[in-house]
């Protein structure tokens, strides 16, 4: 059999696994002979396996724009990278060294600015750069560790050396899924480790952990920890939500947040709890919209203030970016001198920094085979290829670089070590960067025997990122002995899934996620009962149907208060233009496609509280109701027959989303209720209020049962045709069948009393008054003298309906009031 | 000189705002020319919290929490400013005596000089003023010939920008850039201020954005009217071995007596007088009110 490496050949001067001569080096001995004796079937069902198991986990990143949509798989490369414990040594050393050096330049550049007064470190590159945080200066306290975690982008250059390619100070991406790639090469790859003793990753993640508690003030005995993410569509959110849960911190975005008086709180639906440390995924100057960027939606005003009053305690620090510097490369050996009387122990990548007379023309006269990168990352495009850029873009970039020199730096292309991963043809070598992460341990820091390994997706691409495709490998430390097992210490199990510490905005969006549901559904079916019944037009009489028809017609306009509408006498005549546009155009506020869109909000902020089935039915409905939607010209019959699948897909939807909620549930009822009675009361209204003639009444009443699903119910029960009086009792006065609007009104009662401010309380909280009053005034109605019609209109019975629409939508507001916004706590 | 000042900034919301976080910036400095005789800041609706500091310029902030419902915010300053006008007529005397030319500035702004740490802030571009084009660099360069007084060549700017550019309010707002303000030649004070500050980065001279009030008197024998006046501002240039020289091209002055430092920054949005953030979906308005009267 041939080897599996046959025709493997190193791309570049170095190669991981090979030597110059095509030996294996040892550190790599057991893998390789492992890997070749596995062969390449195997070794693919063992991909599809890892495949498997991270699809089954949810690991995945957004790509921007992506047409693919959000949520692409996350790849891990089946053979790991591996680095001889003895070289790691080095190479840890050399990261401590450097983060220690990077914590001092921090608290030195945001407070006394030796480096600057002293020469060591050149103003522009610190003013120049757009993460110098001037709110944030005099504010980073020097008498403790500032940088509490530190990530290094590292590549082996020709030298075979290990070099420094990036920093990363400001709140480092990568390590949920180095952690998720280690379990899945544990699973998938048991025999490997079998063959090599590596260290593991356990003694870092609980450094990580104590860090994370030691960094509270000892203000509290149960201190609040949170996780500050942008949200759902950032591209690493699924990071956010695992490392929140993997480390016991409460996963929350800006605006869960509110700051008052030199304080952070969450808002939870118990109400407001002081947060104490701050996790932060959010780049620095999106923290505060009052001090930092004023457009920021990400972050929390009173964020700075906090940071004054040493109140809250963040890892990392405002500010932190600033270190994020091409620009600072040129100066580190000074700086490391200056600081720690040391060299710099590992190499960084050649870096001639523009702000320099002497240097700016080195870089411009060699612009076609440097990599030129901005200082900081700033808006648009920071990174230019010298020999990509064609004689205008260069030109361009030349005029760029004289006008700010300082914004610059040009660095030399390297061609870094390859290492062989399993591609569609075989084994192929592929260009690899390293993401290392350290954490401030109480003495120095303490770095992670392992890391995220990103591949270039093709054998000479240059780019390796996530965003850019390719893929990822788990990074081994071989070689000694002293390998335990993997002893992780589980965080305080995290308090989160209790009902009073569900944050205010997953509240928030549990609530309409109910209403928005349940709104979906019940225009759906009204849509297609006004369909149905202008493609039966000419089925009877025309003048009664079309009398019957209009008012269907009116009931939609009104359900979904996609006024004028049909309220516009005109539109009538143009009826399935309309109803096809009540029900595609998500430009129209209340039409199904608007509907459609809110909650799909909704269902991305409560999305890590779901199975991953139900993100799956709700991709499918998405794309498919968009697809039915898009369709020009369809008829009346596919249209029908789309709202009549998407109606199954949103039966389903709510069925795993009813099993897999588990506190949050309540919510979600809650706006559920409140929706089912503000929509009946809306089609009582516009179908049970005007006075018909009674033919045309018989249709109406029949619609308005079919609408509701309860014609069915109305013949068992009654027996009889259709009479208003009855269809009145069934449908808002029969407090025994479950979809009347009192069965309804009586259930959110119940529900409502199960919320924090409700149970144990002595009185009615002001949300449940509301309520309560509505269910009173409808217990209380009876008597048809009511339904005589004044004209057309039977405006007693309609005026009660309206004051009971407005009383539920009095009880949402409360509801958002006490547990969503908490201003007034 | 003393002035009293009156400073009155209003938000004026759409929808009932029940929690909102403001900055006040509306605290006049103190600088060797200008003393704070008394100060107070009223609020209406009343802040639940005060939060007084120092910004990273210098500037006195107030952070101001208000958490009564309300439809307007009112912040009015209340100021009483004592102005050393012979002193300052001094420093201006100095200035203009000072012989380093335009290309000993540039040479001494390029050396790495721990004294010009905090001067080399003002070298480069800030939000508002993110850079200029090549004709406004161009536009200044005539006046900064390289052997001439770097002073006498500020001076000419000012002039010629106001020669050149018309004021005219209701063109531009705060957020026009300045390579429009350029084009049209027209605008009001703050246009002009960002104008001038960025021409002079563009030289390679740290400019700072400075604002404050000027006091205007009404047509003789005219009555002056209770808030006829308006918040105004100029550029400041730093000239070597001098220090930050203040010109007012709006009206082709140096500030002397007649001007009021309220602040200074890299350019507006350092400086804005009042800023808010309120969690509402409507729009908000802003109305300023301001007096400026001579106590003698």
């Known amino acids: 059999m041939a080897s599996l490496f046959e025709g493997y050949e190193a791309l570049s001067r170095y190669d991981e696994m090979f030597d110059a001569a095509h030996q294996v080096r040892s550190h790599w001995q057991g893998v390789h002979r492992l890997l070749d004796s596995l062969g390449s079937e195997a070794l693919r069902a063992r991909q599809s396996d890892i495949d498997w198991r991270l699809e089954e986990n949810g690991v995945t990143y957004n790509v921007y724009n992506d047409p693919e949509g959000l949520n692409r798989p996350w790849r891990l490369d089946p053979i790991p990278f591996i680095i001889d414990a003895d070289e790691w040594r080095g190479i840890e050393a050399g990261l401590k060294q450097r983060a220690l050096l990077l914590d001092l330049l921090l608290k030195d550049l945001y407070g006394a600015q030796r480096v600057l007064k002293e020469g060591v470190v050149p103003p522009e590159v610190i003013f120049g750069h757009s993460g110098f945080i001037r709110s944030a200066f005099g504010h980073i306290d020097s008498s403790v560790a500032a940088l509490r975690i530190y990530a290094a982008d590292m590549a082996r250059g020709p030298d075979g050396k290990m070099w420094i390619i990036n920093d990363r100070t400001q709140a480092p991406s990568g390590l949920g899924y180095a952690i998720e790639n280690r379990l899945a090469m544990n699973g998938a790859m048991a025999e490997l480790l079998g063959e090599v003793h590596i260290h593991r990753i356990s003694g ?292 989160a899934d209790h009902l009073e510490h569900i944050p205010s905005l997953r509240a928030e969006n549990l609530f309409w996620l109910g209403r928005y549901l349940t709104r979906s559904i019940i225009t759906a079916r009204m849509i297609r009962t006004a369909l149905k019944l202008s493609a039966n037009l000419y089925r009877s009489e025309q003048r009664f149907s079309e009398n019957a028809q209009s008012a269907i017609n009116r009931a939609l306009t009104h359900l979904t208060m996609t006024y004028p509408g049909f309220l516009d006498p005109l539109t009538q005549r143009q009826s399935l233009g309309e109803i096809r546009s009540v029900a595609t155009d998500a430009r129209r506020l209340g039409s199904l496609a608007h509907t459609l869109t809110m909650l799909s909000n909704a269902n991305a902020g409560v999305k890590n509280l779901l199975t991953l089935e139900g993100w799956r039915i709700f991709d499918r409905l998405e794309r498919d109701f968009g697809l039915f939607s898009r369709a020009k010209n369809s008829s009346s019959r596919s249209l029908a027959n789309g709202l009549e699948q998407l109606v199954t897909q949103l039966m389903a939807y709510r069925q795993l989303i009813e099993e897999s909620l588990f506190e949050g549930l309540l919510l979600y009822r809650i706006g559920e209720r409140i929706e089912r009675g503000l929509l009946v009361v809306s089609k009582a209204r516009a179908l049970l209020c005007s006075a018909l003639e009674s033919q045309v009444q018989n249709e109406v009443l029949e619609n308005m049962l079919l609408s509701c699903e309860s014609l069915n119910a109305y013949r068992a029960h009654y027996k009889t045709v259709l009479r208003l009086e009855n269809v009145i009792e069934l449908m808002l006065l029969d407090i025994r069948f479950p979809k009347s609007l009192i069965y309804e009104l009586s259930e959110l009662q119940a529900l409502l009393q199960r919320l924090p401010k409700s149970r144990d309380a002595r009185y009615l909280s002001r949300y449940e008054e509301s309520v309560f009053a509505a269910f009173s005034k409808l217990r209380l109605y009876h008597g048809t003298k009511t339904l005589e019609a004044v004209g057309d209109v039977r405006m007693e019975f309609d005026a009660l309906l309206g004051e009971i629409g407005a009383l539920l939508a009095a009880c949402s507001n409360e509801l958002g009031k006490t547990y969503f916004a908490h201003y007034d706590e | 000189m003393t002035y009293q000042i009156y400073h009155k900034s209003t938000f004026y919301y759409q929808q009932l705002v029940t929690f909102s976080h403001n900055l006040a910036r509306l605290k006049p400095r103190e600088t060797p020319f200008q003393k704070l005789a008394s100060w107070r800041l009223e609020v209406a609706p009343e802040a639940a919290m005060r939060e007084c500091f120092d910004d990273y310029f210098g500037n006195a902030i107030t952070h101001l929490l208000v958490r009564e419902a309300h439809t307007a915010l009112e912040v009015t300053a209340h100021s009483q400013v004592t102005i050393d006008s012979s002193a300052l007529q001094a420093y201006y005397d100095t200035a203009r005596a000072h012989p380093l030319s335009v290309a000993e500035a540039l040479t001494r702004l390029g050396v790495n000089d721990p004294a010009l740490i905090d001067i080399k802030q003002y070298l480069f571009p800030s939000v508002m003023v993110p850079g200029a084009g090549e004709a406004i660099r161009l536009f200044a360069l005539e006046s900064f010939i390289s052997q001439r007084p770097l002073f006498e060549a500020a001076m000419e700017l000012m002039e010629r920008i106001f020669e050149e550019f018309t004021f005219e309010s209701g063109f531009s707002d705060i957020s026009t850039p300045v390579e429009e303000v350029f084009e049209a030649r027209k605008g009001v004070c703050q246009d002009f201020a960002h104008l001038a500050i960025a021409a002079l980065r563009a030289l390679g001279f740290a400019a700072r954005y400075v604002s404050g009030y000027i006091e205007t008197t009404p047509p003789e024998g005219e009555e002056k009217l209770f808030g006829a006046d308006a918040s105004h501002a100029w550029f400041s240039l730093y000239i070597p071995d001098v220090g930050w020289v203040d010109f007012d091209p709006t009206n082709n002055l140096l500030p002397l007596e007649k001007h009021i430092v309220l602040g200074w920054g890299r350019d507006y949005a350092d400086v804005a007088p009042l800023q808010g953030v309120v969690r509402s979906s409507g729009e908000s308005s802003v109305g300023v009110m301001v007096d400026v009267r001579s106590l003698e």
């Open chain 1, 204 to 495: 870092f993640l609980n450094a990580f952990g104590t860090m994370l508690r030691d960094l509270a003030p000892s203000r509290s005995d149960n201190p609040l920890h949170v996780l500050l993410s942008p949200g759902p569509y950032n591209e690493t959110y699924f990071e956010h939500a695992y490392l929140s849960s993997f480390l016991g911190l409460t996963l929350v975005q800006g605006q869960d947040l509110l700051g008052k008086d030199g304080k952070i709180y969450l808002r939870s639906l118990g109400g407001l709890r002081r947060v104490d440390t701050m996790l932060r995924r959010v780049d620095d100057s999106f923290c505060d919209p009052l001090e930092l960027r004023s457009d920021s939606r990400l972050g929390v005003a009173g964020l700075m203030h906090a940071v004054r009053e040493r109140s809250i305690a963040m890892a990392n620090p405002i500010g932190s970016g600033l270190l994020e510097n091409a620009g600072l490369n040129p100066f580190m050996g000074a700086t490391a001198k200056f600081f720690l009387g040391e060299e710099l122990l590992l190499p960084q990548i050649a870096t001639w920094w523009c702000g320099q007379r002497k240097e700016r023309d080195f870089v411009l006269e060699n612009l076609s085979t440097l990599i030129i990168k901005r200082i900081d990352r700033g808006e648009g495009k920071h990174t230019f290829i010298g020999a990509q850029l064609s004689q205008a873009e260069r030109l361009q970039l030349r005029a760029m670089i004289l006008e700010h020199p300082y914004r610059y730096t040009g660095q030399e292309q390297v061609t870094f070590s390859t290492t062989p991963a399993l591609g569609e043809g075989g084994i192929v070598p592929r260009k690899a960067i390293i993401r290392s992460f350290g954490v401030r341990a109480e003495e120095g820091y303490a770095i992670m025997p392992g890391g995220l390994v990103r591949v270039g997706s093709q054998t000479d691409s240059l780019i390796v990122s996530g965003q850019s495709g390719g893929g990822s490998k788990d990074l081994w430390i071989a070689g000694t002995s002293e390998s335990t097992q993997e002893h992780y210490i589980p965080p305080i199990v995290s308090t």
